[in-house]
């Protein structure tokens, strides 16, 4: 099954690198539509591709072709979001309606949780969707929605209910034409293009009931905080295709000798390491192994590692090209995304090794 996925995502990638090598951030969703890179991990595209794993692979392939790491977690997104939240938790009738949309390209999938000023946190969360007959009202406002420019629904967390001082979550599908819904522009970070952001502001929108998605009293720990992990896990994907793109193009600008041929050769092999850490933690998300949180750490920070050792061999006259430089500063970028929640579950780890001890 793995080797036929692997053969199938290759043939697709290569379909999109035929028509999009010459000028890759041109229309570069409609030409990943056009070689069905959409259809990847979605369901009903067929068992081989049905799989958390088949969007990293992905993702990896396009990261160390083109070194465009905005390019690939704008990608990644669309399919991981539609997977995990709406292939996970929607009804029937709204996974029939919106998933062969995701997969030819026709739709995008935006989540809505962070909000300005308060980031993701539940006890600072203030949307709210005030249950009406029919349906509920939404008011509030929402920030870094990643793909949110060019989205065509949202899914957005709002509290619900208040129970014993604790707020209830619910998420709703919200189409980007919605009466009440206004879509505001954020600064554009011109390290993660073509991937963007923006704000979003609820006036008064009214949603019907079957807007919501899935059943359960509390969407925050049932959706919002494991998506957290899922995003995480899938992400070290591109990582890895950025440390492949890096070395390779890398390698032109650093002097030739002995002891550097020594040093390349060393991180080529810790660059496999962390490939193999990779494709490990996403297969555990398909159900392949157990998941360790101590895994996605080790791939962070020894990539972390592996970067600045590849910049410590670079010419320090800067002797090296703009494009380089550049994808270098969205790395830097992409891994402060979540490092709150990433140093949570590294303290975790570390007060698990004393607690085993006592």
């Known amino acids: 099954m793995k080797q036929s996925s692997?053969?199938?995502?290759?043939?697709?990638?290569?379909?999109?690198?035929?028509?999009?090598?010459?000028?890759?951030?041109?229309?570069?969703?409609?030409?990943?539509?056009?070689?069905?890179?959409?259809?990847?991990?979605?369901?009903?595209?067929?068992?081989?591709?049905?799989?958390?794993?088949?969007?990293?692979?992905a993702e990896q392939a396009i990261t160390a072709k083109t070194g465009i790491l905005g390019l690939a977690s704008a990608f990644t997104a669309r399919l991981t979001m539609a997977r995990f939240f709406i292939a996970g938790f929607a009804n029937k009738d709204q996974c029939d309606t919106w998933l062969p949309r995701v997969a030819a390209g026709q739709t995008c999938v935006?989540?809505?949780?962070?909000?300005?000023?308060?980031?993701?946190?539940?006890?600072?969360?203030?949307?709210?969707?005030?249950?009406?007959?029919?349906?509920?009202?939404?008011?509030?406002?929402?920030?870094?929605?990643?793909?949110?420019?060019?989205?065509?629904?949202?899914?957005?967390?709002?509290?619900?209910?208040?129970?014993?001082?604790?707020?209830?979550?619910g998420l709703f599908l919200i189409p980007r034409e919605m009466p009440g819904l206004i879509v505001k522009q954020m600064p554009v970070l011109d390290a993660l293009a073509p991937g963007s952001h923006c704000e979003l502001e609820f006036d008064g929108c009214e949603v019907p009931a079957t807007a919501r998605i899935g059943d359960m009293p509390e969407a925050y720990p049932a959706m919002a905080l494991p998506f957290r992990d899922v995003e995480d896990t899938i992400g070290t994907a591109n990582v890895c295709g950025f440390l492949s793109w890096q070395l390779e193009n890398s390698?032109?600008?650093?002097?030739?000798?002995?002891?550097?041929?020594?040093?390349?050769?060393?991180?080529?092999?810790?660059?496999?390491?962390?490939?193999?850490?990779?494709?490990?933690?996403v297969a555990a998300l398909d159900g392949?192994?157990?998941?360790?949180?101590?895994?996605?750490?080790?791939?962070?920070?020894?990539?972390?590692?592996?970067?600045?050792?590849?910049?410590?061999?670079?010419?320090?006259?800067?002797?090296?090209?703009?494009?380089?430089?550049?994808?270098?500063?969205?790395?830097?970028?992409l891994s402060t995304i979540?490092?709150?929640?990433?140093?949570?579950?590294?303290?975790?780890?570390?007060?698990?090794?004393?607690?085993?001890?006592?």
């Open 110 to 169: 935006a989540v809505a949780v962070s909000e300005p000023g308060a980031g993701a946190h539940p006890k600072r969360l203030q949307t709210i969707a005030e249950p009406r007959q029919g349906g509920f009202m939404i008011h509030g406002r929402k920030a870094w929605v990643t793909n949110g420019p060019i989205a065509d629904i949202f899914l957005v967390l709002a509290v619900t209910a208040v129970e014993d001082e604790r707020e209830r979550y």
């Open 6 to 57: 692997n053969m199938e995502i290759a043939r697709r990638i290569d379909d999109w690198w035929s028509i999009a090598k010459y000028d890759v951030l041109t229309d570069p969703f409609g030409r990943m539509a056009k070689a069905a890179l959409f259809q990847i991990g979605i369901p009903g595209a067929g068992a081989a591709l049905d799989t958390y794993s088949a969007i990293a692979s």
């Open 251 to 281: 390698a032109a600008h650093i002097a030739q000798s002995e002891d550097n041929a020594s040093r390349l050769g060393r991180i080529a092999g810790l660059v496999s390491l962390v490939h193999a850490a990779s494709r490990l933690a």
């Open 288 to 333: 392949e192994g157990q998941e360790d949180p101590a895994r996605i750490i080790g791939v962070r920070q020894l990539a972390h590692d592996i970067v600045d050792e590849i910049c410590d061999l670079l010419p320090s006259d800067g002797a090296k090209d703009d494009v380089i430089g550049r994808e270098l500063a969205a790395h830097d970028l």
């Open 338 to 358: 979540a490092r709150e929640s990433r140093k949570v579950r590294q303290i975790r780890l570390g007060n698990s090794l004393w607690s085993e001890k006592q």
